[in-house]
Nanobody, 119 residues
């Protein structure tokens, strides 16, 4: 059973930075595609960023490009999301997720961590 736990949410001001971390259990972490998603109040959960296990290919949604950086440490079974120049519209619950490959859906999810950005 794969378990994901997010850390690092909190209340910050616009323009501040915040780093989220996700700890993942499981011996095959290095093969997983890891993603970050977010769900703002009253909205659907949406994709933020992802990083593959094999090639390290990285993708971002357009609204966070140049501000957010996703990274992973396969030795520690962690994936991080560095968020800079935060905006009020980044306020959301952020979820870490894992997929077994590029051809699989995100099957494993954390419970989320709340990020609130005040103006």
């Amino acid at each position: 059973q794969v378990q994901l736990v997010e850390f690092g949410g909190g209340l910050v001001q616009a323009g501040d930075s915040l780093r989220l971390s996700c700890a993942v259990s499981g011996r095959t972490f290095s093969r997983y595609v890891m993603g970050w998603f977010r769900q703002a109040p009253g909205e659907e959960r949406v994709f933020v960023a992802s990083i593959t296990g094999s090639t390290g290919r990285i993708d971002y949604t357009a609204s966070v490009k140049g501000r957010f950086t996703i990274s992973r440490d396969n030795a520690k079974n962690t994936v991080d999301l560095q968020m800079n120049s935060l905006r009020p519209e980044d306020t959301a619950v952020y979820y870490c997720a894992a997929a077994e490959s590029d051809y699989h859906p995100y099957t494993y999810w954390g419970k989320g961590t709340l990020v609130t950005v005040s103006s």
